[in-house]
């Protein structure tokens, strides 16, 4: 099943995607949901981000490449750190450079969406609470994020967590082709198999830290390439079985 929020008639909605459909749904996709019985072309509606997190948990070195690419030691265990719910923006949205900021780079990753409330999960529980998985961007402000020392200012900003085009419920996380590309050129290319630590696992060691609640996302960490962004840009993540999430670049 392929889930996602839209515009519609300037409200906003919950919407099943059937190929070239958008399906209007009544009620709320972390309950109880049923049809409208009301459909519209997809290329007429406006998607938004597919849900609206009470927060963004990320991971941090989970691709040998990319811990290859920054000279960092494989960690022993996830190094997750957070994103506030105002750096989220969709589809087609625009991500806007700061002025503190000389270099954003582009991540693109594998977003887990959870479906209900988990404190304390075994690693075998935890796919009973993820409702599905989207593609992410961990936009990131790498000045300011070695400037720091820690991360939280250079990965906050507002639109630096595009999220989209949809939810898709009933996939397997182990094995996707995930790939970025900048103004068409490809620029990270990588599998979801090349993970240190399994969205499952993830899910188990992050509900021992916080409770996860219905909406709340894990960005599952970025593959070797990450580059910088600029004015005009165009960057995209695709990752297989789930679609294509399109942003733009300005100051």
Same mark, same amino acid.
């Given at each position: 099943?392929?889930?996602?929020?839209?515009?519609?008639?300037?409200? *906003?909605?919950?919407?099943?995607?059937?190929?070239?459909?958008?399906?209007?749904?009544?009620?709320?996709?972390?309950?109880?949901?049923?049809?409208?019985?009301?459909?519209?072309?997809?290329?007429?509606?406006?998607?938004?981000?597919?849900?609206?997190?009470?927060?963004?948990?990320?991971?941090?070195?989970?691709?040998?490449?990319?811990?290859?690419?920054?000279?960092?030691? /494989?960690?022993?265990?996830?190094?997750?750190?957070?994103?506030?719910?105002?750096?989220?923006?969709?589809?087609?949205?625009?991500?806007?450079?700061?002025?503190?900021?000389?270099?954003?780079?582009?991540?693109?990753?594998?977003?887990?969406?959870?479906?209900?409330?988990?404190?304390?999960?075994?690693?075998?529980?935890?796919?009973?609470?993820?409702?599905?998985?989207?593609?992410?961007? *961990?936009?990131?402000?790498?000045?300011?994020?070695?400037? *720091?020392?820690?991360?939280?200012?250079?990965?906050?900003?507002?639109?630096?967590?595009?999220?989209?085009?949809?939810?898709?419920?009933?996939?397997?996380? *182990?094995?996707?082709?995930?790939?970025?590309? /900048?103004?068409?050129?490809?620029?990270?290319?990588?599998?979801?198999?090349?993970?240190?630590?399994?969205?499952?696992?993830?899910?188990?060691?992050?509900?021992?830290?916080?409770?996860?609640?219905?909406?709340?996302?894990?960005?599952?960490?970025?593959?070797?390439?990450?580059?910088?962004?600029?004015?005009?840009?165009?960057?995209?993540?695709?990752?297989?079985?789930?679609?294509?999430?399109?942003?733009?670049?300005?100051?």
């Amino acid at each position: 099943m392929i889930l996602g929020r839209a515009l519609i008639a300037g409200q *906003d909605k919950y919407v099943k995607i059937n190929d070239d459909k958008v399906e209007i749904l009544n009620g709320d996709i972390f309950g109880e949901i049923n049809s409208s019985g009301k459909l519209l072309p997809l290329s007429e509606v406006k998607l938004l981000p597919p849900v609206l997190p009470s927060k963004i948990i990320c991971v941090g070195l989970n691709y040998r490449d990319h811990i290859d690419e920054f000279k960092h030691q /494989l960690p022993e265990e996830p190094v997750i750190f957070l994103k506030p719910p105002t750096a989220v923006i969709g589809p087609l949205d625009v991500i806007i450079l700061p002025q503190e900021s000389r270099r954003v780079d582009y991540e693109g990753e594998l977003a887990v969406v959870i479906k209900k409330e988990g404190r304390n999960l075994k690693e075998e529980e935890a796919r009973d609470f993820i409702l599905g998985y989207t593609c992410a961007n *961990d936009v990131t402000a790498r000045d300011l994020q070695r400037k *720091d020392g820690q991360w939280t200012r250079g990965k906050s900003f507002d639109t630096f967590c595009p999220l989209g085009p949809w939810i898709v419920t009933d996939i397997d996380p *182990d094995h996707l082709e995930i790939e970025t590309y /900048l103004n068409g050129e490809l620029r990270q290319k990588s599998n979801t198999s090349k993970m240190l630590f399994h969205p499952y696992f993830l899910v188990s060691f992050i509900s021992k830290v916080m409770t996860l609640k219905p909406g709340d996302v894990i960005l599952t960490g970025t593959p070797s390439g990450v580059g910088k962004l600029a004015e005009g840009d165009t960057v995209e993540v695709k990752i297989s079985a789930i679609g294509s999430l399109r942003n733009f670049v300005k100051v």
